[in-house]
């Protein structure tokens, strides 16, 4: 009996042990911890730092809720927020580093079942960079608003980076939320079953939500048969405005036969192009695409190789130019729809532009 006992103890003992190496930094954030840095062992029960691929941080209710990076590189497999918890502030801040500080989400991604908005955001402070990295089909799920700040510095410095790698990935601007004059980059998925990357707009309840300076590069999908990355202007009726502001959004096409390129969509009424720069670029199409009735604002739209500009589900629209060797999608008799309130530039001379080159002319 006893040896059959001391095997069983045996046994178990392992395998708690090899549960632990598995989980062996998950842990939750403290209801009252000691401060708001994510690296420190004392903020977390158990007193571990969630730091490792397979690693998840869990969070409910607290004392602190605004917290930030003091470790250069963190990863998680996942953030959890429990029901009925409070509504965190997570950053990638390099200011008490003065290096850049990444965050990488490998795995699940985030789950909110909080009830309340979550935010992570990603900053830059005088050189120095803010990242939070999605990769591995990690997604970031409803009610989960994240954010790139733009740089506080002038000169080359860029501000902070939130990306998406493989796909599954959505990030979420919401009410009154700006993209300020951060740099973003969605990558298409690399498989055909695999989502793709998106970020989108949401304005509600008279909010001002707004791309403002911010630098969007979308691209297409990686290999034969994917899908692309996407940008989404949505407003609701309420909307005082969803506005693609001042931002440069680039669309890359896909890579390989049957994969679709990175597009820019504005979907319904509330929504405008304002004074953005849209470019589409071919491979297998880039595209820009306008329903309803969104407005073109005074958006300058560049067209290459075999990006698209999508006319085709929208009423009237205006924009500010046209120009380059790309495709107009206008669709059955709507060439009377389109009309531009400044000259059109280098403009190509091939044979399906001239009805167009005649209206906006």
Not at 70 to 96: Q, R
Not at 229 to 238: D, P
Not at 252 to 278: I, K
Request: with cysteine; aromatic share 8%.
């Amino acid at each position: 009996m006893k040896s059959r006992t001391l095997s069983c103890a045996i046994v178990l003992t392992l395998a708690l042990g090899a549960l632990r190496a598995v989980y062996a930094n998950s842990a939750s954030w403290n209801l009252n911890p000691t401060n708001g840095d994510w690296n420190t062992a004392t903020n977390w029960t158990p007193q571990t730092v969630p730091n490792g691929p397979t690693d998840v941080a869990t969070f409910a209710g607290s004392s602190i809720t605004g917290l930030t990076l003091s470790a250069e590189t963190t990863e998680v497999a996942a953030i959890v927020f429990n029901a009925g918890g409070s509504s965190f502030n997570i950053t990638a801040d390099p200011e008490s580093t003065q290096t850049d500080v990444t965050m990488t989400i490998s795995g699940t991604g985030i789950i909110n079942n909080s009830g309340v908005t979550q935010n992570l955001a990603a900053a830059q402070v005088s050189g120095p960079d803010g990242f939070i990295d999605f990769v591995n089909g990690a997604s970031a799920r409803y009610w989960t608003a994240l954010t790139a700040l733009g740089a506080t510095t002038n000169g080359l410095y860029h501000g902070g980076f939130i990306s998406f790698n493989r796909g599954a990935g959505t990030m979420l601007f919401i009410g009154n939320a700006t993209a300020a004059n951060a740099i973003f980059t969605l990558n298409g998925s690399t498989t055909s079953s695999s989502p793709t990357a998106n970020i989108v707009f949401i304005g509600i309840f008279g909010d001002i939500c707004t791309a403002a300076n911010g630098f969007f590069t979308v691209n297409g999908g990686q290999r034969p048969g994917t899908s692309g990355g996407s940008v989404f202007f949505n407003g609701f009726n309420g909307t005082q405005v969803v506005s693609a502001g001042r931002a440069t959004l680039i669309n890359n096409g896909g890579n390989g036969r049957d994969s679709v390129g990175g597009q820019t969509a504005f979907l319904t009424d509330w929504t405008t192009a304002s004074q953005a720069t849209l470019v589409a670029n071919g491979g297998v199409n880039g595209t820009i695409a306008f329903y309803g009735n969104s407005d073109g604002g005074e958006a300058r739209i560049e067209l290459f190789s075999n990006g698209l500009l999508d006319l085709t589900n929208t009423a009237e629209i205006s924009l500010g130019s046209i120009e380059g060797d790309g495709l107009i999608k206008l669709g059955a008799n709507r060439t009377e729809s389109v009309s531009c309130r400044v000259p059109m530039r280098h403009w190509p001379r091939s044979p399906k532009w001239k009805s167009l080159i005649r209206i906006c002319n």
